[in-house]
Nanobody, 120 residues
């Protein structure tokens, strides 16, 4: 059983910063891409940033220059450093990973989400 657990969300004023963390656990052979998605009330879930096992990154246009995704392969963790936060960044943030695990092969997993609220 593979689990992704996020942490680091909270309430912050506009212009502030937060750092989200995601840790993968379970019978994991390998992790390919990891990513952060977000879903605001009444909106569809959207990709915020992703990173390959080799470190190649991809960002949504709305967060370029403000957010940075990184990962620690040895610790099976991904991070999202969020700076210059705006009220429009308010959402539940989800960690996602493509994982090779015992008994299931490659599969896509989601965390339970962490709330980020940015006040104006």
């Amino acid at each position: 059983q593979v689990q992704l657990v996020e942490s680091g969300g909270g309430l912050v004023q506009a212009g502030g910063s937060l750092r989200l963390s995601c840790v993968a656990s379970g019978s994991i052979f390998s992790i390919n891409a990891m990513g952060w998605y977000r879903q605001a009330p009444g909106k569809q879930r959207e990709l915020v940033a992703s990173i390959t096992s080799g470190g190649r990154t991809n960002y949504a246009e709305s967060v370029k220059g403000r957010f940075t995704i990184s990962r620690d392969n040895a610790k099976k963790m991904a991070y999202l450093q969020m700076n210059s936060l705006e009220p429009e960044d308010t959402a539940v943030y989800y960690c996602n990973a493509e994982v090779l695990s015992i008994g299931r092969g490659w599969a896509n997993y989601w965390g339970q989400g962490t709330q980020v609220t940015v006040s104006s």
